[in-house]
């Protein structure tokens, strides 16, 4: 799996992309929308840092973390004043599959190449466009974190975290009251590093790490672009 994606991986083709989607009477001048895809996971960052590699693993530590807060992906649409879009009828148009072929509407897809993107900013005023997309994946983001359902699920998540660790440290305080010695200093240090990880983990959850997945440019119009 790991090759697989590394594979996957090594082109950036379907993670980046800019399109121009014809749509007829769809829009009277042409509009420009931003898509990102963010792949939402734990933040290990503090967990990594803990204790001996040896002992701890990323693996291992990527298996615990996803276990208490499942890999999320979630979809944010802005327009080119860095608004979310919201209306349904044009997240539903936004959304729709590539297509070179033409919808039963008419309309149809073309992938926006240099050529056809020096035409396409003829029609679309880009401004400075390498910083305007950094504020729109930034935005992005921001509307991910910002989103109270969001951050009703990494508080549940972190809450059963929270008391799987105490459980967990429960369960190691009962064992280590029986034990005296060197195995005892042993299995205590191990007690503190599980506690450790556990936080590390929790806190992780709570502000857990977002980024792009995939990433894209879309310009609405109701009219061709150029040889399309």
Same mark, same amino acid.
């Given at each position: ?88 009828? !044009? ?31 003829? !029609?679309?005023? @880009? ?10 994946? /930034? ?13 009703? /699920? ?38 503190? !590093? ?23 440019? !879309?310009?609405?119009?109701?009219? @061709?672009?150029?040889?399309?």
């Amino acid at each position: 799996m790991q090759a697989l994606e590394a594979q996957i991986r090594c082109d950036d083709r379907g993670t980046a992309f800019a399109m121009w989607r014809y749509v007829p009477r769809s829009v009277q001048t042409p509009r420009l929308f931003f898509r990102f895809d963010f792949f939402i996971e734990s933040d290990l960052t503090s967990a990594q840092n803990l204790g001996d590699p040896i002992i701890i693993s990323r693996q291992a530590l990527r298996r615990r973390a996803d276990e208490a807060f499942p890999v999320d992906y979630r979809t944010v649409w802005l327009n080119s004043d860095l608004e979310q879009i919201k209306n349904a009828k !044009l997240l539903a148009v936004l959304g729709l599959p590539y297509t070179r072929q033409a919808r039963s509407d008419g309309g149809r897809d073309v992938n926006l190449r240099i050529d056809r993107w020096e035409r396409a900013a003829k !029609l679309v005023q @880009f401004g400075d466009w390498p910083d305007l997309c950094l504020r729109a994946r /930034h935005v992005g983001e921001q509307v991910v974190r910002n989103d109270p359902t969001f951050q009703e /699920h990494c508080t549940r998540s972190a809450k059963q975290a929270l008391n799987r660790s105490l459980a967990t440290s429960n369960s190691l305080a009962s064992r280590i009251a029986r034990l005296s010695g060197a195995t005892r200093e042993a299995e205590e240090r191990m007690a503190r !590093l599980e506690s450790s990880l556990s936080q590390a983990i929790i806190q992780g959850i709570e502000r857990p790490s977002i980024r792009v997945d995939s990433a894209g440019v !879309l310009v609405l119009a109701s009219t @061709f672009l150029g040889d399309q």
